[in-house]
């Protein structure tokens, strides 16, 4: 049972242009979410986070936009560059217990 | 610096021959965790550690051991590797679970 899915495996986004990277999940009790960015042959790097109590987090080109609603989160990075191209990994936790990650989308960000 | 240390960073070995992944931080944190990247599948827990002496069981467990003897350390331990346990492994530290994790470079494992 998948409780933090990322649903496209790949995404390409010309440079300059907005990347959208999306991730449901199914536990209503998840209270913090997270992004990592990975590079082949490196370690997930830590990008941007978001509390359940907020909807929205910036953080210079990275937005994070959380909609407990619809249990859904979204990253946004505006504008896109190639150096953006990495495999991006939603997570979730419920405080004190173990961050669940999707499975992962590769981001191609296109010259 | 901050940082998460995992040793080797790449091994090839055969089955059934113990090996040990060494992981290490010196953040001081008290949560640690052991996962596996495989093509398609993601990152999956295996082991993770709320404290020293404390370990449970993530999504993966079969076939690995964990200890927790000191807070920075947290060794992967294989005592019978076999093929399907080829696989790229990642260390991770927080402070506390559920918190954002710090993960090392990683170790590529072969097991032929």
Same mark, same amino acid.
């Given at each position: 049972d998948q409780q933090v899915k990322q649903n496209s495996p790949s995404l390409s986004v010309q440079e300059g242009r907005i990347s959208i990277l999306n991730c449901d999940y199914t536990n209503s009790m998840f209270d913090y979410f997270?992004?990592?960015k990975k590079y082949p042959a490196e370690g997930p790097t830590f990008l941007i986070s978001i509390s359940s109590i907020k909807d %929205?987090?910036?953080?210079g080109r990275f937005t994070v936009f959380l909609n407990k609603s619809a249990k859904h989160l979204s990253l946004h990075i505006v504008p896109s560059?190639? /150096?953006?191209?990495?495999?991006y990994f939603c997570a979730a936790s419920v405080i004190y217990t173990p961050l669940v990650f999707? %499975? /992962?989308?590769r981001l191609s960000v296109i010259a | 610096e901050a940082q998460v240390t995992q040793n080797p960073r790449y091994l090839i070995t055969v089955t059934g #021959? #113990?090996?040990t992944v060494t992981c290490s931080q010196n953040m001081n944190h008290e949560y640690m965790s052991w996962y596996r990247q495989d093509p398609g599948l993601g990152l999956r827990q295996i082991? &993770?550690?709320m404290n020293v002496e404390v370990t449970d069981k993530g999504d993966?467990? !079969?076939? &690995?051991k964990v200890s927790? #003897? !000191?807070?920075?350390?947290f060794p992967l331990i294989l005592e019978s590797p076999s093929p399907n346990q080829t696989s790229l492994y990642f260390c991770a530290s927080s402070r506390t679970g559920g918190e954002t994790q710090y993960f090392g470079p990683g170790t590529r494992l072969l097991v032929l």
């Open positions: 997270l992004w990592y %929205k987090n910036e953080d560059q190639p /150096g953006d191209s990495a495999v999707g %499975k /992962g989308t | #021959k #113990k090996l082991y &993770y550690s993966v467990p !079969e076939g &690995y927790r #003897k !000191e807070k920075r350390n």
